[in-house]
Structure formats: structure tokens, C-alpha cells
Nanobody, 120 residues
Framework: QVQLVESGGGLVQPGGSLKLSCAASGTIRRINTMGWYRQAPGKQRELVATITSGGSTNYADSVQGRFTISRDNAKKTVYLQMDSLKPEDTAVYHC??????????????WGQGTQVTVSS
């Protein structure tokens, strides 16, 4: 079993910043890709950013230049620094990870999500 727990969401004014964290735990041998997705009310879940174990990153066009994804492999934690936030960034942000368990089973896990609200 692999669990992901997010933290760091909240209410922020337009132009402000927030930093999300997501820690993985459980019977993990290796984590390959970690990332963040978001889902706004009435919309489908969409990619925000991903990062591989080697540090290669990928961003949605809508957040490029404003958001920064990073990870600490030793802590099995991924971060999302969000700057210059806009009202359209309001959504539930979900953490994602895939990799292998200690028994060499592939896993794909999602966190429960953390609410980010950008409003004045």
C-alpha cells in the first residue's frame, strides 16, 4: 500500500503565493514520476506539473513560468510552489505518484486533494 498526503492549500489573494507538499509513505521501493493535477468545479481533472526521479519537469501551459515543481527523493516528497496566483487557479489539487513497491508491483497512487482558492 502506498499513501499520499497533501498539505499547504488555503485561501490566497490574486497575485499571492502558496506552496503545496505531498509526502508518500508505505511499501515503496522506487518512485518514478510524481506530480500534481487539479480539478475545478464542473471541470475535468487536468495536469498541472510532473517531475521524474531524475528531475525532468513538465508543466501545463497555463502555469508555465508561475509554478515550480520540485521533489526530495530521500523524503519521498513532492512540492509545488505556486506564484502569481490567479482566480482561475482555484481548484482541488491532487498529488500523484507511480513506481514500484518493495514486492516489485507497479503502483499508481493519488492523494485525497487539497483545496486552493484564489479570491479577493
Amino acid at each position: 500500500q502506498v499513501q499520499l498526503v497533501e498539505s499547504g492549500g488555503g485561501l490566497v489573494q490574486p497575485g499571492g503565493s502558496l506552496k503545496l507538499s505531498c509526502a508518500a509513505s508505505g511499501t515503496i521501493r522506487r518512485i518514478n514520476t510524481m506530480g500534481w493535477y487539479r480539478q475545478a468545479p464542473g471541470k475535468q481533472r487536468e495536469l498541472v506539473a510532473t517531475i521524474t526521479s531524475g528531475g525532468s519537469t513538465n508543466y501545463a501551459d497555463s502555469v508555465q513560468g508561475r509554478f515550480t515543481i520540485s521533489r526530495d527523493n530521500a523524503k519521498k516528497t513532492v512540492y509545488l510552489q505556486m506564484d502569481s496566483l490567479k482566480p482561475e487557479d482555484t481548484a482541488v489539487y491532487h498529488c500523484y505518484a507511480d513506481g514500484y513497491t518493495t514486492s516489485w508491483y507497479q503502483f499508481t497512487s493519488w492523494g485525497q486533494g487539497t483545496q486552493v482558492t484564489v479570491s479577493s
